[in-house]
């Protein structure tokens, strides 16, 4: 099982560039999720999708942020424009929740940020 | 807001030794997991236990559960120094939510 796959894996641009993160699932999972990770806020949910459609993306810090999930094995997670402060490491994960496994997320490496 | 809450935020042992880390939560929940994060790489899960449990084994991992006190508690036995990471108690919010909410995790460290 290849597990959750996300590109980049490292991305420095400069303020004001578009950034555009991708995630593939694993296979059979109907569940993703977008999180974000920094020192000082730790991993924050920033939206959750259920068979391709978001369910909620209260996360999301503001407009500029947007994901989409045209189909089970694709998603991505657009910065535009970005700004330095959205400089973090960007975690997908999936899951397919059941009576046996519960809720467990399985995520991917990340995409680590920086944002100059 | 952050709805589990790691303690301490960093450990230090010598190797050999027993690791406790302790997560405090708000709500009600259906289940509560434990993750561990290696530097520089994605979560990893460990174990979940659910609300009607109270104790869970995985190898060296012990996990206590305790509702009324909204805690749960992460015991490694006889650490190694490949046991150095992060660790994370994540809960969901109960009422059939699958989206989980993370803790800022404990940071261990395993002298060997």
Known sequence: DAGVIQSPRHEVTEMGQEVTLRCKPISGHNSLFWYRQTMMRGLELLIYFNNNVPIDDSGMPEDRFSAKMPNASFSTLKIQPSEPRDSAVYFCASSFPGRSSGNTIYFGEGSWLTVV | ?112
Not at chain 2, 47 to 69: A, P, Q, Y
Not at chain 2, 70 to 78: F, G, H
Request: net charge positive; glycine share 8%; with cysteine.
């Open chain 2, 1 to 112: 807001s952050q709805q589990g809450e790691e303690d301490p935020q960093a450990l230090s042992i010598q190797e050999g030794e027993n690791a406790t880390m302790n997560c405090s939560y708000k709500t009600s929940i259906n289940n509560l997991q434990w993750y561990r994060q290696n530097s520089g790489r994605g979560l990893v899960h460990l174990i979940l236990i659910r609300s009607n449990e109270r104790e869970k084994h995985s190898g060296r991992l012990r996990v206590t559960l305790d509702t009324s006190k909204k805690s749960s508690s992460l015991l490694i036995t006889a650490s190694r120094a490949a046991d150095t990471a992060s660790y994370f108690c994540a809960t969901d919010s109960g009422a059939g939510s699958y989206q989980l909410t993370f803790g800022k995790g404990t940071k261990l460290s395993v002298i060997p």
